[in-house]
């Protein structure tokens, strides 16, 4: 079974409607990310979370809100979507650590379509 | 603010060819270096990395060594498969311990038999 699982794999909605995308791990990692990737622009940061109670902004948090239910869950919701919020997006789990090397796993995305 | 800059894709080759993929950083400090790799219809995965100065990261061939004074982590490989088809990404993490990763563009690989 993979270690960071995302749902839905796809999802196609309309303008306005509230989203949410799911994931959960079972590495055991605290810290837990959202990105966003969108072609030519590599992958943008979201929202990043070290633990239930610390959940913080990333580069691109306007528009999306996020929910840290559990270590092993972490949910991104788009309030009312948008077209620009085409995308596809990924959530990422590493280890804490008390310096900058520690590997990022990513789950396999969800591709989102708005329209 | 902290950047990666990579080489413009796609880049395509034949089988066994020499593959280099550029990459240059802008940082604070400084950062770990990270490529990461995405095949078709899946999500990245860690090739290697390089924690400080004059590190060689390598795996499945592939090398970059962290050059801090040209601030670089170029790609290289001798011998490419098609297997090796995928998009390559060049991350950097600052010394700030959050962990966040920052993203170069990516580049295409694709590489005829």
């Known amino acids: 079974d993979a270690d960071v699982t995302q749902t839905p794999r796809n999802r196609i909605t309309k303008t306005g409607k509230r989203i949410m995308l799911e994931c959960s791990q079972t590495?055991?990692?605290?810290?837990m990310y959202w990105y966003r990737q969108d072609p030519g622009l590599g992958l943008r940061l979201i929202y990043y979370s070290f633990d239930v109670k610390d959940i913080n902004k990333g580069e691109i948090s306007d528009g999306y809100s996020v929910s840290r239910q559990a270590q092993a869950k972490f949910s991104l919701s788009l309030e009312s979507a948008i077209p620009n919020q085409t995308a596809l997006y990924f959530c990422?789990?590493?280890?804490?650590?008390?310096?900058?090397?520690?590997?990022?796993?990513f789950g396999p995305g969800t591709r989102l379509l708005v329209l | 603010g902290d950047s990666v800059t990579q080489m413009e894709g796609p880049v395509t080759l034949s089988e066994e060819a020499f593959l280099t993929i550029n990459c240059t950083y802008t940082?604070?400090?400084?950062?770990?270096l990270f490529w990461y790799v995405q095949y078709p219809g899946e999500g990245l995965q860690l090739l290697l990395k390089?924690?400080?100065?004059?590190d060689k990261g390598s795996n499945k061939g592939f090398e970059a060594t962290y050059r801090k004074e040209t601030t670089s982590f170029h790609l290289e490989k001798g011998s490419v498969q098609v297997s090796d088809s995928a998009v390559y990404f060049c991350?950097?993490?600052?010394?700030?311990?959050?962990?966040?990763?920052?993203f170069g563009q990516g580049t295409t690989l694709q590489v005829k038999p």
């Open positions: 940082a604070t400090g400084y950062p770990s």
């Open positions: 390089a924690t400080k100065a004059d």
């Open positions: 590495k055991g990692h605290d810290r």
């Open positions: 991350a950097l993490s600052g010394r700030d311990n959050t962990g966040k990763l920052i």
């Open positions: 990422a789990t590493s280890a804490e650590t008390t310096g900058a090397q520690e590997t990022q796993y």
